[in-house]
Structure formats: structure tokens, C-alpha cells
């Protein structure tokens, strides 16, 4: 059972978990409720005769390199009750993944090897950055790699099976708090493997900052689209 209560962050009906936590992280988190705008005509009589419109798979070129733009998505942030249209730039990943994020919030950093989404804007003093790094990982297993995290971390940890991105790929889940205050960072731990490449995803914020900037982290996960093609 889990320890702490979260509202789930829907997007392209996707379902993430988690992403940091106030405190110890065992108190209740609100994330807002996210979801892609329709993008064609065909796409709102979809939705009509389904219920939700459903995505047009952006075609990726063969050598493209990771971090390039392949196109701009419509996302709608719903908080408390009010919506708000948000430009995201979907980008090339690597080994064969997309990913979208928000470039007025979020900068990016590309290689062969990893993608960093850095943000400093929530607080103008500090060096250290929110950010979400996703790279390919060396380990026997997700689940060897999740204990290996745990001891690590030299913290109390919070463990689970989850699901992430468009997909719904399953992933496990590590996260822990470095202290209470509001200066104190979190860290969420995503550990996954995809056509025998095991990558892991991490997420850093502050406490202070969770409750806007950890739905912000939260999105770009849910947009992880493997090409099944």
C-alpha cells in the first residue's frame, strides 16, 4: 500500500507516479491533471466517438540525432479547475524514443548518451537546477539497479511498480527526501528497460518548489513514446 496519497498526471491517458514529495514525502501531493490538446479535426471526431482524442505519432527520421526538434505539441495543464494551453517542442531521444517538454520552462542539453531538462527559474539564488535526466544505464536488471539506488541514497526510500510515458511502459520507482525544510531536495528514481536497454530516469526538486515544478517534471515523463513501429 502506498505511503503517501497522489492525484494521478494524465497525459495522452498515460498514467505517472509520483515525483517527489513534501517532507518525508508522506504527506498528500496535488498534481495537476494533464492531457494533449486536439491537434486536427479528425482528432476532436475521434474524440467524439471515443471519448478522447488520441495521438498522431510524429514520424522520426532514420540517424536523427538526439535533442532535435521534431515537431510542437499542444498540451492542456488542468489545475484547480482551470486550464491552461501550454507550446511543448517534441524532441528526438535516444535508441529510438521521443519526448516532449516545455522550452519556456525547461532548457536542454542533448547527447548519444543522455537528455537533461534544467530549469532555474524557481529560484533566481540557487545553482543547483530542478531538473530530469534521462540516460541509458548499466546493470544486470531494473530491479538490481533499484536496490543499488536504494543503498546509495543512504535514505528511508520509497519503492514501487509503476508505469511511465504514453505507453505505460512498467518501471520501478525509488524516492526519498534529503531532509524537511524547504531548501531540502528530493529525488525520484524511474528505472526501466526497453528492448534490452535499461535506462534510468531522475528527477530532482526542492520541497519549496514541488508544487508547481514537480508537475512540470511529471509531464515531460508521461511523454516518453517508445517508436513500436
Do not use: H
Not at 492525484?7 to 498515460?14: D, G, K, Q, W
Not at 536523427?64 to 528526438?92: A, D, F, H, K
Amino acid at each position: 500500500m502506498r505511503s503517501r496519497m497522489l492525484l494521478p498526471c494524465l497525459i495522452l491517458s498515460a498514467v505517472l507516479y509520483g515525483c517527489g514529495g513534501e517532507g518525508d514525502k508522506t504527506g498528500e501531493v496535488s498534481v495537476p491533471e494533464v492531457q494533449q490538446a486536439d491537434q486536427t479535426e479528425q482528432a476532436v471526431e475521434n474524440e467524439g466517438e471515443s471519448g478522447q482524442a488520441e495521438a498522431q505519432p510524429i514520424p522520426v527520421e532514420v540517424g536523427t540525432e538526439p535533442g532535435t526538434v521534431l515537431g510542437e505539441e499542444e498540451v492542456i495543464l488542468m489545475q484547480e479547475g482551470e486550464s491552461v494551453s501550454v507550446p511543448y517542442n517534441r524532441i528526438q531521444g535516444m535508441d529510438g524514443f521521443t519526448i516532449a517538454y516545455d522550452p519556456e520552462t525547461f532548457s536542454l542539453e542533448a547527447s548519444e548518451q543522455e537528455l537533461d531538462f534544467y530549469a532555474y527559474s524557481y529560484d533566481a539564488d540557487s545553482e543547483t537546477p530542478v531538473f530530469v535526466k534521462i540516460s541509458e544505464t548499466e546493470g544486470a536488471s531494473a530491479e538490481s539497479l533499484a536496490d543499488q539506488y536504494v543503498v546509495d541514497s543512504n535514505e528511508e526510500c520509497l519503492v514501487e511498480e509503476v508505469t511511465i510515458g504514453e505507453g505505460e511502459y512498467p518501471a520501478i520507482w525509488v524516492s526519498y527526501a534529503e531532509g524537511t525544510d524547504s531548501n531540502s531536495r528530493t529525488c525520484d528514481l524511474y528505472i526501466f528497460r526497453y528492448n534490452e536497454r535499461l535506462y534510468t530516469v531522475q528527477m530532482d526538486c526542492f520541497v519549496e518548489a514541488y508544487e508547481g515544478m514537480g508537475a512540470a517534471q511529471e509531464s515531460i515523463l508521461s511523454t516518453l513514446r517508445f517508436d513500436e513501429g
